[in-house]
């Protein structure tokens, strides 16, 4: 779930005529590739993060977010980057951990985007499944 600022209510339809709530929901993907990894369990990771919000409304919002930041042993993450969507660019810096059932991974991450219209604050969670070796 996404809340949206009011700046951002009104820059979408002020811009591209689109009329939301102030809190959408969001869907997508993410794709991701570790480039660092230390004995200390501390890996460096690359991720895009597509996203689709206001599904819920009636209307397909595209995000397309560049994050690179750093990740613990333990599953806890920190990453910064470019956030590209019709009401503009911003930059996300994302927070979250990362918990482990069995072969599932769920991740959890709290995003914010400060932009000169606003800001959008992000919870995302959802799953993904690791390769048993």
């Known amino acids: 779930v996404t809340f949206l600022s009011e700046g951002i209510v009104k820059e979408l339809h002020d811009r591209r ?17 570790q480039f660092l990894t230390r004995d200390s ?13 206001g599904l819920d409304q009636g209307v397909a ?25 019709p009401a503009g660019v911003g930059l996300v810096i994302a927070v979250g951990v990362t918990y482990r059932v069995g072969a599932m991974n769920i991740p959890v991450n709290f995003a914010l985007v400060p932009s000169k219209y606003g800001q959008r604050i992000s919870v995302l969670t959802g799953f993904n499944m690791r390769n048993r070796k």
């Open 17 to 33: 005529n689109i009329d939301l709530q102030p809190t959408i929901t969001q869907f997508g993907w993410q794709f991701e590739r």
């Open 41 to 53: 369990g501390v890996t460096a990771v690359s991720e895009y993060v597509v996203l689709l919000g």
């Open 61 to 85: 919002i595209p995000s397309l977010n560049w994050l690179v930041g750093m990740r613990t042993r333990g599953g806890a993450e920190f990453g910064v980057g470019p956030n590209l969507t």
